[in-house]
């Protein structure tokens, strides 16, 4: 498990969905995997449903994230526009806490990391200066 990850000491959905989140996010052998199992370590209080369904809305939000970044930048690109990682950054902010507004500060940057990886990997990372 990425040392990294803020785990969040309260057990409230906000705390839960934030550690589940940055679990989502995680590199190496959980990458991209569920984390029901992960995160109910964390709080063994959690049933499998629950598990289920925090894993769910972290999969929509990782991939509704990555969408954003790379449907923006394809808009920047077609209108031959520049933004710059800060600008980019910021509409991603609004965007997340207009749509989960118990995300973190921390899994919003890490979310803008992840989305650039994915968009540079598509080759729409031109129009970021």
């Known amino acids: 498990m990425d040392n990294n990850i803020n785990f969040y ?6 705390g839960i969905l934030n550690t589940a989140y940055a679990l ?9 995997q569920p984390i029901d199992e992960r995160l109910g370590k964390i709080y063994p209080q959690l049933d499998s449903r629950q ?7 972290c999969q929509q939000l990782r991939t509704e994230a990555t969408n954003f970044i790379c449907q923006r930048l394809e808009q920047i690109t ?9 600008d980019l950054g910021s509409e991603l902010s609004r965007w ?3 749509h989960y507004p118990w995300v973190s500060k921390s899994n919003i940057r890490k979310a803008l990391a992840q ?11 031109e129009c970021v200066k």
């Open 9 to 14: 000491s309260d057990e409230t959905r906000e």
């Open 115 to 125: 989305g650039l990886y994915y968009a540079w990997r598509d080759g729409l990372t």
């Open 24 to 32: 989502s996010m995680e590199f190496g052998e959980g990458w991209l």
């Open 96 to 98: 997340m806490t207009e």
């Open 78 to 86: 077609d209108s031959q526009l520049m933004i710059t990682e800060k």
């Open 51 to 57: 598990l289920s369904g925090f894993n769910n809305i």
